[in-house]
Structures are given as C-alpha cells and as structure tokens.
C-alpha cells in the first residue's frame, strides 16, 4: 500500500485506492491517523470500511442517520454538533472506541480544520520524572463534564446538567495507557470529559492534567487537516486526541463512524 506521510513523527496519506483491509488497519496502528479521499463514499461503504476494522458501534450522545444506520453518526454544525474541544472519543465508556472514520460532506468556505494530537510521541517526550509520577495513576472520565461546561457558559441549562449527572456515564482509565497492540504507552486524558486523577487532592490533579493537556498539544505532536470535501480520516483512539478548530461561518457536515474497542490497560 503507498503511503505519504502527513508530519514527520505521525500521520499518513493512503494513496493507494480502495486499499486491502489488513493493511490498512495495520497502516492505521502505525501512523495513528490515516488520510483517504474518498469522493464517492457511501453511508453502506462507509460502514463497511469500520467493519474492516472492527465491530462498529451507535455513538453515545450523536444524532445519526436513522433506520439501517444507526452506526453512521452526523456532525452537523447547523445544530451545534461540532467538537470543538480537545478529547479522544467516548472515553467515559468503559471500552472506550478504538478508531474513528470521519468523512466531510460539506465543508465552510474557509476554516474547521481538525487538529489531531500523537499522545504517544507526547508520553515519550515527558520527562523521566513524570512518567514515574504518573504510573499506576488512573483517572476518571465522565459524560457529565461536558454538560457542566455548557452550564458554566451559558449554552446549557441546569436540567440537562441534572440529568447528565444522574445518567452516571462515567468510567475510571490508566492516565497513561498501553496501547494494546504496539505496547506503547499514551497519555490518556483529555479536557472534554476527564474529570480528575483518582486519588489526588483537587489543586494536584487540576494541575497535573493542565500540564499534560499543554505539554501533549504542543506543535510538534500537532498535525492540522484541512478538509476537502470527500476526505475520509480513520484515527486511532487509543494513541491521538483531536479537536476542530471552532474559526469558521458557514455549514460544516461530516458523517462519522467508530469501532468498538475493549478494555483500557
Ligand atoms: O468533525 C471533525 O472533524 C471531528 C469529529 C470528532 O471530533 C469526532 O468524531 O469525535
């Protein structure tokens, strides 16, 4: 399969079309982030390049695309469904996804790129110190952080905060995780739905993950996707974070679908 890389350290162009299932989910564990211009993409097809990879799954909280297609959840900016804040997929589930596939139908004029961050190459580059701190430590991720947020800035209200809280969606991981299939370790914490280190007093773990949000956005972890319409990008949930730039007017519509990943370790 012909490959071009997207950064230096991660990230990898697919150009050879219609690639062999293997390779390409080998392709994916190596690079973490694949690129596919996939112009004539259908929902069906869509689907049926997760299944390549792995069982797919219905999202937890995304609109989607309805009878027969449950898995293939719609990112539609026109009713505020644009992830705009650093996170690694579903992480309060317990077996969090393992992969992502997200394609653009409808792209703004200019903006709404997706920044994806390598929290693999991030763990390598901690220092000595900190990566003894952090093992064995484990934090816990909830559903209901997102729903305080939008309380805390007015874009949700007090109900739906209840609610959220109540639903007890939330589920505890190793801050810095095994990748399960190249034994590498990740920082696995993220802004959107990590709450706190377990066992830490509130001051200690607010700082801890302030600093590993900073360290592992930095520049040289980053690489930025400027969509075309018909893009496909297939990441690896365990090894990146992601986010997409909240800078554009105009409609964005992306049609995603993930795959079912097992336990955290
Ligand atoms: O819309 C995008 O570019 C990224 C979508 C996203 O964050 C997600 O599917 O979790």
């Not at 579903?90 to 992969?99: D, M, N, R, T």
């Not at 190459?121 to 729903?147: F, V």
């Not at 297939?234 to 795959?259: C, K, P, Y």
Request: charged share 25%; glycine share 8%.
């Amino acid at each position: 399969m012909e490959l071009r890389p997207l950064t230096p350290g991660f990230g990898a162009e697919v150009l050879t079309p219609d690639p062999d299932p293997s390779e390409l989910r080998r392709a994916l564990i190596d690079h973490k982030v694949l690129l596919l211009r996939a112009p004539d993409l259908t929902p069906d097809a869509h689907m049926a390049l997760g299944r390549s990879i792995g069982e797919i799954e219905v999202h937890a909280f995304f609109p989607n695309l309805g009878p027969g297609y449950e898995q293939v959840s719609v990112l539609d900016s026109a009713e505020g469904n644009t992830a705009t804040m650093w996170h690694t997929d579903e992480s309060f589930l317990p077996h969090p996804p393992i992969g992502t596939l997200t394609r653009a139908l409808v792209l703004p004029a200019v903006g709404g790129d997706t920044l994806f961050a390598d929290t693999a190459a991030a763990y390598r580059a901690l220092t000595p110190a900190m990566t003894r701190y952090l093992d064995g430590l484990e934090a816990w991720h909830d559903l209901g952080r997102i729903a305080q947020l939008r309380y805390r800035f007015g874009s949700g209200d007090a109900e739906a905060l209840a609610e959220a809280l109540r639903a007890e969606r939330r589920s505890r991981h190793p801050v810095a995780r095994v990748h399960p299939e190249t034994g590498e370790r990740c920082i696995y914490v993220n802004p959107t739905y990590t709450t706190w280190i377990d066992g830490l007093p509130p001051e200690e773990s607010d700082m801890i993950l302030a600093h590993l949000q900073r360290h592992l956005t930095r520049e040289r972890f980053v690489y930025r996707h400027r969509w075309q319409v018909g893009d496909l990008l297939i990441w690896d949930n365990r090894a990146t974070q992601h986010m997409v730039l909240d800078d554009f007017d105009g409609h964005r519509l992306m049609h995603r679908v993930s795959v079912v990943g097992g336990a955290t370790g």
